[in-house]
Each structure stands twice: as structure tokens, then as C-alpha cells.
């Protein structure tokens, strides 16, 4: 089962690295702000973390809890789609910067990523969620990289006790679903409420609006 499920993996890599080759600027390109260490949460307040370690349940924190888009992309697809639940719920948000930024040759990605996934590597992560205490909601958004989040996310979700929180996920990939990564949150958060993950294709980027409004208004975001 879980030969297969690579080989799954492998066939649709295949497809989306062919397809990122025919469609000319899908090639990776240097994440525009990977560079910088300008990580930051944009408007909400900037308190101490505090890990709710305490009286966890299963449902989202009650009361005025804000939202907040935390993700990860790095040529910015999944951007397009946090820039565009931004648009529509006004959320605050945090963009995940690797320490060290990640190369812009697409075939050495392909080969730094595979190695981080069998090392179950935890890129070092450049900032920090200040203030999420404030925070009921985390859209969490990613790229798919060999058939799953790339470590970098799992970095966060060591770093960051979504417990008591809803998470609704969301990933963009060349045809990979976001299915191994909702269920990775799943495990890696199980006292979160995790809703239905919104997938966008690569190719689909210019629907992002459309995509992002109907799932915002299908979990009742909107
Ligand atoms: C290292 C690497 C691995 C990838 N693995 C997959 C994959 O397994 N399945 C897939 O459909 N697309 C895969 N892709 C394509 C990306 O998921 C897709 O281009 C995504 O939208 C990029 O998001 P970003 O621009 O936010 O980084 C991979 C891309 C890279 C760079």
C-alpha cells in the first residue's frame, strides 16, 4: 500500500515537473521574500507566545478569537492563495521563512527536499508567531513537495501548539491532493479541529479567488 502510494507520488511528480517544464515560468524561481528574514504577523498584537498545554478540547476557542493565515511557499503559488483568503476574511498573517533560503535551481530543490523528507529534517525557520493566543482560526497553506508538506511545515507544527484552535488547511501542488499533509496536521495536532483542505493547482493560480471564496463559504468562513 504504501509502495504504491509512492509510486503514486513519483507518477504525479512526474506529471507536474513536466508540466512546470511545458508551461515555461513554472520553474521554480528564488522565493521573492526568502532572502530576507522579514518574517512577520501583519496587524495583530504582539504578545508572548504561551503554550496551552492545559484543558485542551476538541472545539475552537470560544470567544473574539482572531484569524490568522500562517504559510509557507516558495514561488509563491501558495501565496496567491493566502493573498487571496486574506483578500476575503481579512485575516492577519504569517509568512514561514526558512533560516537558510532554499536554492532556485529546480532540480537541486527537488533533490534538497527529498533529503530533508527522508532525514525528517526540521529547517530552521526565520521568525516567529508572537501573539497566538489571540488567534481561534490558522488557515495553514503549503506547497506539496514529494507527495506531502515539506518539512519546513513540520518545523512549525513542532514549534507551535494549535490545540483547542481550528486549522483549515490549504495546499497547492502540480496534481498531488493535500490529503497526506491534512492527515500529518491531524496527527501532528490532534486536539485541533481540522476542517476539509482547499487544494489550488499550480495551474489553476488565476482561480484562486473563485476557488478560495467557495470553500471559505462551504466551511462557513465567509
Ligand atoms: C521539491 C518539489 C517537490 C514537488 N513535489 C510535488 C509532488 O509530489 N506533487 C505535485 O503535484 N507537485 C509537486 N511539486 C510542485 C509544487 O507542489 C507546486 O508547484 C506548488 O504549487 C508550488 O507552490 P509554491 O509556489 O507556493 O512554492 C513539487 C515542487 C517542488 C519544488
Not at 496567491?80 to 532554499?102: G, H, L, M, N, W
Amino acid at each position: 500500500m504504501r509502495t504504491m502510494k509512492k509510486i503514486m507520488t513519483a507518477v504525479v511528480l512526474l506529471a507536474s515537473i513536466t508540466s512546470l517544464t511545458a508551461c515555461g515560468g513554472g520553474q521554480p524561481s528564488s522565493n521573492s521574500g526568502s532572502g530576507s528574514s522579514s518574517v512577520q504577523v501583519q496587524k495583530g498584537d504582539k504578545t508572548k507566545i504561551k503554550h496551552d498545554d492545559g484543558a485542551k478540547t476538541t472545539e475552537p476557542k470560544k470567544g473574539g478569537g482572531k484569524s490568522l493565515i500562517v504559510y509557507f511557499s516558495q514561488t509563491n503559488t501558495t501565496k496567491a492563495v493566502a493573498d487571496s483568503i486574506e483578500k476575503q476574511t481579512k485575516a492577519d498573517v504569517f509568512r514561514i521563512e526558512p533560516a537558510k533560503p532554499y536554492t532556485s535551481d529546480y532540480n537541486e530543490l527537488l533533490a534538497v527536499a527529498k533529503k530533508e523528507g527522508q532525514d525528517n529534517a526540521r529547517p530552521a525557520i526565520s521568525g516567529e508567531i508572537k501573539n497566538l493566543d489571540d488567534y481561534s482560526l490558522i488557515y495553514l497553506g503549503t506547497p506539496i513537495w514529494w507527495g506531502e508538506e515539506p518539512m519546513i511545515i513540520r518545523t512549525s507544527l513542532d514549534r507551535y501548539d494549535l490545540g483547542g484552535k481550528t486549522v483549515a488547511p490549504f495546499c497547492t501542488s502540480g496534481g498531488s491532493g493535500c490529503s497526506q499533509f491534512r492527515d500529518d496536521l491531524v496527527s501532528a495536532e490532534p486536539k485541533a479541529k481540522v476542517l476539509d483542505a482547499l487544494h489550488v493547482e499550480h495551474s489553476q493560480k488565476d482561480q484562486a479567488d473563485n476557488l478560495t471564496g467557495k470553500w471559505l463559504k462551504d466551511n462557513k468562513l465567509s
